[in-house]
């Protein structure tokens, strides 16, 4: 896919957008006859990613249910990017993931916290796991891509390489660690960007068109966006999302406790930041809602996982590696964490 495939792909109406064009109801008589005499493209189907052919009538149907518990959750784990319908309101909601949104073309009306916010073609918006927010009707020439990261897939992906940008790397360790009180958005200035574009262009080429290595290559294309809108950033003066650099330094904690969570105390941790261990204990409490051990004991286990999934090194071998002597409390914590134990991890990625 290029550029000149994209931009068709992405005006193209999808199945629901042609409801709402073509249907003034939702009744169950009007849904069945559409989807009987309307073809249901596949292909564009990858833009809306929460509806699929075996939900069409329900989707159709009820398709204010969604936004009842103001909740939408992720369907994967990852990253995924779909493609906000036109021509409907959107509910007040939040999410359980972090999203970012480009206006590939048009503008873009949504309050965010009771606040109107207007965005034009090329700019972007970041907002964390539980930022309310409800979107005006979007027109025919208003093409809004979303990309929806999980928490999960910016802890294993993005954390470390953006380790040494202070206002992402801020924002997502509060998003990751403080989800029930961070609740903040980061406006970006991006229209007038050269680069931008062309990124979230060749992203997205990747993302509908996949072929060998794509995930590899969009995780790589994120680093560069997220690179390019921290230097736009650079230039811009929102107070309210420069606030957010004041807890940057927990970012060097938690990625230095995940680099060394086989040999980790927290006395060692405090002594490496210069702090004294009880300081250390409450800024971690503060801003992650949990204790030094739960933080040191999740860092483990990921990098448990880690080595479960890329190395041949036995169970045992694991453990040891990240700080577990004990093998039988290493299966037992593991499993609480993940759902099975170690060797029933690992065979799921070798099936």
Known sequence: MNSFELNI??????????????????????????????????????????????????????????????????????????????FVEVFEHHHN??????????????????????????????????VLHSIGKV?????????????????????????????????????????????????????????????????????????LCSDEVINSYMIIIFSELLRIFESQTNSESRNLLKNASLTDIVLYIQNNCKDATLTSVAEHFHFHPNYLSATIKKFTSNNFTFVLQEAKLKKASFLLKNSDISVVEVASNVGYENTNFFYKIFKKYYGCNPTEYRKKFLA
């Open 139 to 211: 027109s025919e020439n208003d093409i809004i891509v979303n990309c929806l990261m999980s928490k999960k897939h910016l802890d294993d992906i993005l954390m470390d390489r953006l380790s040494g940008n202070d206002l992402l790397s801020s924002f997502f360790i509060r998003a990751l660690y403080h989800s029930n009180d961070f609740n903040d958005y980061i406006l970006f200035n991006s229209g007038e960007s050269e680069k931008l574009p062309k990124l979230m262009e060749d992203v997205l080429c990747e993302y509908f068109d996949k072929s």
């Open 97 to 130: 993931y972090i999203e970012m949104v480009y206006v590939y073309s048009g503008e873009y009306h949504q309050i965010i916290n009771g606040t109107n916010i207007t965005m034009k073609k090329g700019e972007v918006c970041i907002l964390d796991t539980n």
């Open 9 to 86: 792909f992405l005006r193209e109406h999808t199945f629901f957008e042609q409801f709402l064009l073509t249907c003034k109801d939702n009744n169950i008589q009007t849904v069945k006859s559409f989807i009987q005499n309307t073809f249901f493209d596949k292909n564009i189907l990858k833009k809306t990613p929460l509806m699929y052919e075996e939900n069409l009538e329900d989707f159709l149907i009820n398709r204010k249910n969604q936004f009842e518990a103001k909740i939408i959750p992720i369907p994967t784990e990852g990253i995924m990017f779909s493609c906000h319908p036109r």
